[in-house]
């Protein structure tokens, strides 16, 4: 069984950083992770995703540049460094991890299993 939980959330203003953690309880180091995004009314989006080792990464259009995943298998932890925040990022922000070990990186919701209870970031302009 996978638990995860999210931390980091909040409200700032347009062009300040926010860094998101996950702490990921049960077996997640071999496991893909990513961070997703909803906003209400809409479909949960793809933000960032990484590999099982940290040696691969995806993100999506709307973030490239500005957001960076990685992930510390010791501590289990997940992390989401946002810059240059834009009020369209305000979101509620998911952790989540793949159903599969080992596989390949996947910005579809369907194939993560595990779910934190998520965070919200507000960006204000």
């Known amino acids: 069984q996978v638990q995860l939980v999210e931390s980091g959330g909040g409200l700032v203003q347009a062009g300040d950083s926010l860094r998101l953690s996950c702490t990921a309880f049960?077996?997640?180091?071999?496991?893909?992770m990513a961070w997703f995004r909803q906003v209400s009314g809409k479909e949960r989006e793809c933000v960032a995703v990484?590999?099982?080792?940290?040696?691969?990464?995806y993100y999506g259009d709307s973030v490239k540049g500005r957001f960076t995943i990685s992930r510390d298998n010791v501590k289990r932890m997940v992390f989401l460094q946002m810059n240059s925040l834009k009020p369209e990022d305000t979101a509620v922000y998911y952790c989540s991890a793949d159903r599969e070990s080992f596989g390949p990186l996947d910005s579809s919701v369907a194939n993560y299993d595990y779910w934190g209870q998520g965070t919200q970031v507000t960006v204000s302009s």
């Open positions: 049960g077996r997640t180091a071999s496991r893909t």
């Open positions: 990484i590999s099982w080792d940290g040696a691969e990464t």
